[in-house]
Structure formats: C-alpha cells, structure tokens
C-alpha cells in the first residue's frame, strides 16, 4: 500500500512543474516523510563513495538538495499562499524530519573532507563558478557546525530545531492575529473621506464575510488589517478615533493572548546568541556577517551616514504636517498623534502636488502595467515575455503563469505571479521565491540545462466588481521590485545549479536588482508607456506626470528614518542585547528610537511583535541590507543617468551590460566584483542621496 501511496503522492511527481493544483495537506506527513527515507540513502551511498571529484561529489549532493528543495518549496510556498489548519499541522509534524536532514547535511564529515580535498588539490582545475561553490560549501559547513563534537554538537542540533519551530509560530501568530481583527462599520459618516476606490474594496470583504448585497456607495463595509484595507484608513479617513482604533490594532498584532509573539522573540534572540558563542563568535550580528558582503562596521558606518543625512530632513516633514493640521483647523490643544502622520501626510501632498494617490489608481490597472514592465524588460534585456496560463497548475484562480524567451523564441525561464491579497490564507508583504533554479545536472536531452522558474508574490488590491486590480502608485514599484528580484533567478547564464540565478548572492546584495527595477517606475517612456486610463485607454497627463516626479522625493527623510530605524533596531537586538538581563526588546527598540525617530513610539507599541522579516525570515542582522543594497541599486541606476536616459540606444547598451553582469553571474562571482564588472568602479551613496533629494545644496 505505502508504495501505491507515494507513487500517487502528487508532491513527489517529477514533472516539470509542481503539481500545485494537487497537493494537499493529507500528501505531506507521507510524502516528506518518504522522500526522506530515499534521500537518507542516497545521501549515506554519497557518504562513502565521495572523493574529490566534481562528478562524485558536487553532482549528487546536487541531486539531493534539489529533490529536498522542489518537495519542500512546495509545501512551504503552499503554506504561504494557500494555508489551512490541517496544513499547518502537518508542516508541524514534519519540520524536525526537515531540520534534522538539514543538520546532517551540513554536518557531514565526509562531505565537508571532499570538499577541502578539492580546494586543496584541484583548485586549478576548477572555473570561478565551481571555485565559489567549493568556497561556499565549506563556509557553510562551518556555520553549520561541521566542527562540532559530542555535547556542543547535540545542543548545536536542538537549538536548530527549536529555531525552526519558533519561527514557523511566529509567523503563525502574525497570520491569525491580523485575520481575527475585523470592523463591520454600518453608517458611512464614520468612515468619511475613503475614496471610491477603497469602499469597493471594503465592502467586497463584507459581502464576502456573509453580508450579502453590501454595496460600496452603501455599504455595509468591512475594515481588516492587511494593507490595502488598513493603508487607505490610515491615510483617508476623516474620523479621528476609528484611525486611533485601527492603528493601535495594527501595532500591537500578535502582542497578547494566545497569538502573543513577546515570549518568542526573547527565545529566538536567546537561541541565536548561543548559537553564535557555541561556534565561537561574540555575538549573532557577528556570525550572522560572516555570509555576507558588509561587516558589523561598515553596515553601522553607513546606517549612521545615512541617518545623519536623513535626521534634520524627517524632523521638518513632521512640522509641516502638524503645521497644515493646525491650520486646517485641528483643535487647539490636541496633540498630533501617530494616527495622524498618514492622513495629514497625504493632505499636504494633496496640496503641494495637487493630485492625491487615488486618482492615479485608474491609470495603474494591472493588465496595462505588466505589459508596460514586460515592455521595458523586452527592450533593455532582448528577452520576450508571453502569457503561458494552462501550461502549469496553479493553487488559485487568479495565479497566472508565463514564459520568458530569448530573441530567437527559445524559452529561457518560466514564473507564476499571485498578484492579490487574500487576508484569510495568505500571508502578507510581497515576495520572490524560486521554484527550481538553472542547472545543466538536470538538463534535458538535447539543453544545456534545466530551465529556472520563479514565483512572484503580492498582496496588492483586488479586482473590485468588474473592474479590474486598480494599483496605487506604490504596489507598481512592488511589483516592478519583485520582478527583479525574478530577472536575476531567470535570466542566469550560470549552469552550475548551486550557484545560478539568486543562489549563493551575499544576502545583503540580493536587493540590487529588485531595488533598480523601482527606478524604472519614474523613467518617462515606461512610465508614460503603461500608466494608460483603465476604461478610456488616455495616457497619464504631462502635468500629473510632473507632478508625480516632483513628489517623488517628498518626505524622503520620513521613509528613509523609518528604514533605518527598524535597521537598528534589528542590529541592536542581534549584537548587543543580552536576553534575560532585566531589560525588554521593547526597551531596546525604544531607546534605538531615541535617533531614529521624530515621534518615539507609543507606550504600547509592539512593533516587533509582527516583524517577521527578523524573526521569521531571513532578515535577521540583515534588515540593513535594504540600504546596503539601495546604495547598489541607485548608483546602477545612476550608470542609465550618465549614459542618458532619453537616448534609447545607450539604454539598450546599458541594460545589456547589467543583463551581462549583475542578472547572468548571480551567485558565481563576489556581488562587488560583479558591480565593479558592471559599473567599471566600486559603489557610492552619491546616488541614493541624490535621488533621495538628501544632499545638501552646497555639494
Ligand atoms: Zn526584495
């Protein structure tokens, strides 16, 4: 029978695409659990016959991670996108089979012995991709405690799995406390000043909710907390306590009762500072920098370069936004509040632009925008992307699916994208993740390797009635930022798998290529090119066009402080904090806030309660990597800027250049080489200050 089972088992096809449309929660306790059981022997089989021979050693355990990494991406893409109860239990039940195949694999003695072998003896036989993977290999073998014996080992081991439970709770928490917030509001005067746009929306969630016939001129209407509901609250509504409701909710998700991520996050920061110590750092931040492109230092020296930039410039936007509230007749004597900073914000914006982000939204509707990114992608990287739905299963109806191809028509990548928010299921925030990466182990007869596919992930507004996903100005940056995070998986000339496409990129040099897809968003022919009336196909004004460049770098200091605080912070916590030493995370974050914020947070703020990125994503001592990278991203821009940006030919040359460099070498070559391969010096903040509107008048 088992056998029968995992034949079925649709996790385990082989095909070329996921069965996503198949797999449910009953495949993944068998499932895993049997793919475990083959990968333990071939991996006991690699054991004994490895030697220093690429084919003998690099290949296999190619073999064995890709299967691992296929099988479990799907279930943790699924767990993302599509989670059910019965789902999260059994990811629960199989997670420490997962964890603990991971330490033995990372802990292999033999394996990590072949691979000094090789740097040892044939160094000279390796390419530079190879050279890097070896190199990588044994790093990771040493963070992963290949070094360790007896005691150390075991309490090595456990603090894994306990960190692996912890985050996949943490995340948990974050989800079910955002979905159990709901506000049903019957009578539309306590929701003045919404625009249309955000009625539609919130009163699709009531009818959706059982409130059958809700319409958005008259409700009723229903208020969550995932951003497209919670963001045009904030930023909009004119009554002044249901905006204080909203907020306090928002900053203090998963801060009590049974969803309470407090305990957890004093745990993991326990956990990890162990960790480090046990292999012989001082701290996590310092482990946690030996994976990557800056250090302790330099990440500190720019983080602090960059505040005192940003301090002065976010002290005035906070001024003028108490200034226009008093004039605007806000009652003498009622302090400006945190729930007040979006919604006089987007007033002055108003003011000083004259346009309001609303009445963008029409000329971003999604259709018109991809095919704007896909145009500009065509132009500047010679590739062609075209609609590929039915070609692969897809877990929701509005998933689609496409296929990118070189001049020639050749595929070269495929991606899914899940553009929309769907609070009950999905987790928040946009994302990129892989599907399978570009490797010639796995090519079929007659390619030179096994084409790379992507997923793209957002959270952006829905449809709403007939009309179609209508994008604020900030969900197009997402997506275009998403996107190229994509390019660089896709468009890999790397064929060695363990380094192709995002693979073995320094973490904190990930955020380049999504980072300088943004820019795009403000180039005049993409931007003119896709921001086209939803209904009556008009092109964008030149006026609001105008107006929309000129507000580009409005409140930067705000946006830029706000970065660097949750940057800190994430430091402070990783390099600094001792856990159990009578002061709280919160403590921390409040005296980190005393430089980084114009408005300190409230008493009750529990911010850190829902910053998933440091507690349940990668981003631990890796939350300056936004502005590590931006600094990257801006000055690759800036190349576009030098070799002009109206000029279409220098355009092309320059985009073949960062196709050639930053989005084909991805993880095979050091990410600063590569920059300097590309921009022919090394990086300087020159740019992201510029662009930012940061650099004093005297220079
Ligand atoms: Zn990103």
Redesign the pocket.
Known sequence: MAVDETVQNPLLKTGKFPAFDQVKAEHVVPGIRNLFQELGKDLEELEENADASWDSLVVPLERITDRLGRAWGTVSHLKSVKDTEELRKAVEEVQPEQVAFGLRLSQSKPLYEAFCKIRDEKWSELNEAQRRIVETEIRDATLGGVGLEGDAKKRFNEIQQELSKLSTDFSNNVLDSTKAWKKLIKDQSEIKGLPPSALGLLSQQAAREGHEGATPENGPWLITLDAPSYIPIMQYCENRSLREEIYKAYITRASEGSSDNTPLIERILELRLEKAKILGYQNFAEMSMARKMATLESAEKLLGELREASYDAAVKDLQEVKDLARAKGAPEGVDFKHWDGLFWAEKLREERFQFSEEELRPYFSLPRVLDGLFGLVEKIFDVQVSAADGLAPIWDKDVRFFCIKDKTGNPVSYFYLDPYSRPAEKRGGA??DEVVGRSKVFADNGEAARLPIAHMVCNQTPPVGEDPSLMTFREVETLF??F??ALQHMLTRVDEGFVSGIRGVEWDA??LP??FMENWCYHRNTLMGMAKHYKTGETLSEDLYQKLLAARTFRAGTMTLRQLHFACTDLELHARFVPGKGKSVFDVEREVAKSTTVMPPLPEDRFLCGFAHIFAGGYSAGYYS?KWAEVLSADAFSAFEDAGLDDDQAVVQTGQRFRDTVLAMGGSRPPLEVFVDFRGREPSTEALLRHNGLISAAN
């Open positions: 994302w990129m930022h998403e190229g995070h990930v955020e999504s980072q936004y």
